[in-house]
Nanobody, 124 residues
Framework: QLQLVESGGGSVRPGGSLRLSCKVS????????IAWFRQVPGKEREAISC????????KYGHSGQGRFDISRDDAKTTVFLQMDGLQSEDTGRYYC?????????????????WGQGIQVTVSS
């Protein structure tokens, strides 16, 4: 069964950095794209960035664009989200999600597989 497990969250001061990891089992057989989403208090869940199995990357229009970068390891089993210049408004729960679709989409309904989420807190 496909599993996605996030790690790397935590608390950081404004201006700091975190690197989130999404460990995927079964990426090669069932999942063609992995995306990062986040849900901040009082707002709907929003897409941050997505990477396809072929290596294509998409960044979505959220406030972190330009400060967040998606990548993966050579084994294609872990997808990362490097977050730099973190601000208090980046505080929220971050999720990785997988889809069998060959294309990245910003709608969370397009993803069938989800991790449990991980908390990121930016505070002085």
């Amino acid at each position: 069964q496909l599993q996605l497990v996030e790690s790397g969250g935590g608390s950081v001061r404004p201006g700091g950095s975190l690197r989130l990891s999404c460990k995927v089992s079964g990426f090669g057989s069932d999942v063609n794209a992995i995306a990062w989403f986040r849900q901040v208090p009082g707002k709907e869940r929003e897409a941050i960035s997505c990477m396809t199995k072929s290596g294509g990357r998409v960044k979505y229009g959220h406030s972190g664009q330009g400060r967040f970068d998606i990548s993966r390891d050579d084994a294609k089993t872990t997808v990362f989200l490097q977050m730099d210049g973190l601000q208090s408004e980046d505080t929220g729960r971050y999720y990785c999600a997988g889809t069998r679709s060959l294309r990245c989409v910003p709608d969370d309904n397009g993803y069938s597989y989800w991790g449990q989420g991980i908390q990121v807190t930016v505070s002085s």
